[in-house]
């Protein structure tokens, strides 16, 4: 009989399910949050509610699309954590309902560790190919920038971090200065194509090691449009393209030049990559282009599993299946779960 997962991912501000089958994707469904575009950010309370209207059409969807009804589902794999604790309380209290009542084990997934799994979602029939352990991820999403030494399924360890704003922090918040909505990597990625990225020179950051900062990089973009808008208070309209182009340039470079500085220090050169900002087409085209260049493997997931994702959970629940390790009925979420 088949080992049929059910992921939920709530853990922003997509609500998210999907059903593993024996290791392959069957279904995996999305409804994001379009209530805080007006906002330039997340309102932890709106998508806590949002979550609670959206979990159980997603759920149901998800096992239909998958051609299952209840009774297949072998287990149920959630996201404990890290997150917003309203939006992580929705997934994991639905999670638990739903395991007692079809009598089905519990699988806690941590959702950044779900992040570094997405590069063996696949969906069944699909040949893959898949990394080979150890490797590197590059984690760029919106609360988090980091580089992961990957030595087994969940044997890993930051060996990066930034030390104030995430990657994808920076876009959201540089978009919102220019009034591009939220979330802003998107926006910046589709002008950044019409633009010129040699238009502006903005601050980067000089942090030892293979961590990363952001703030200075924001503040200097701000510095800059300050200036100019003082005399043109159309500027950001008529620079657009510029603009985005030079500030996803930046921040791109930025993330390249310490993933070669990781490569150089572990002698690792087999990369993945992962998050949100993992979907920018200047970092997958750059990564490639490096990649060639230097000799390494690199693994770049499909667009749709590298933003938040259920399908993530699921897989990394799969494996986790195979090992006998499942969650008691009092686990919590933890907004700041480590691993
Ligand atoms: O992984 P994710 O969906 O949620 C978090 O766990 O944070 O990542 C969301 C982040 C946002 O900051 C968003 O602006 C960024 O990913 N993002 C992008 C692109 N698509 C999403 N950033 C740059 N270019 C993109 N194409
Ligand atoms: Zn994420």
Redesign the pocket.
């Known amino acids: 009989m088949e080992v049929n997962i059910l992921g939920i991912e709530s ?2 501000d ?1 609500t998210s399910a999907a059903v593993v089958s024996d290791g392959a994707l069957l279904s995996n469904v999305i409804a994001s949050q379009a209530v805080h575009s007006a906002y330039g950010g997340v309102v932890p309370e709106l998508a806590s509610r949002a979550h609670q209207q959206n979990i159980i059409p997603v759920v149901d969807q998800a096992i239909k699309k998958a051609g299952l009804t209840t009774n297949d589902i072998s287990a149920v794999a959630f996201t404990r954590g890290p997150g917003l604790l309203g939006s992580l309380i929705v997934g994991v209290s639905f999670a638990k309902g739903f395991a007692l009542a079809s009598g089905i084990p519990l699988i806690e997934v941590n ?1 950044l560790q779900g ?1 570094v799994l997405s590069e063996f979602v696949h969906e069944k029939g699909q040949e893959k190919e898949m990394p080979q352990f150890p490797f590197l991820t590059l984690l760029v ?4 920038t980091q580089i992961i030494k990957v030595k087994d399924y969940f044997d890993m360890e930051i060996i990066g971090n930034t030390i104030d704003d995430a990657a ?2 920076a ?2 918040k540089c978009a919102k200065v220019m009034g591009l909505g939220y ?4 926006v ?2 589709k002008h950044a194509h019409l633009g010129n990225h040699d238009a502006y020179k903005f601050a980067k950051p000089n942090i030892p090691g293979l961590n990363f900062s952001f703030s200075g990089l924001k503040t200097s973009f701000l510095y800059t449009l300050r200036d100019k808008m003082a005399g043109d208070a159309n500027y950001i309209d008529t620079h657009l393209d510029d603009l985005c182009a030079s500030l996803q340039y930046t921040i791109i470079s930025i993330l390249i030049e310490k993933l070669d500085k990781a490569v150089k220090q572990t002698g690792i050169r087999t990369i993945t990559i992962g ?3 993992a ?3 200047e970092l997958r085209d750059t990564l490639t282009q490096t990649a060639k260049k230097k000799g390494w493997r690199v693994f770049i997931p499909e667009r749709k599993y ?3 994702n259920a399908a993530m959970i699921a897989g990394a629940g799969y494996y986790k299946y195979l090992r006998g390790e499942f969650a008691t009925m009092d686990i919590a979420p933890d907004a700041r779960l480590k691993f």
């Open positions: 853990s922003c997509d959702h992040h999403s919106g609360g988090h994808g922090e876009f959201d979330p802003g990597g998107p910046i990625d998050g949100g900002v979907a920018n087409s590298t933003t938040d």
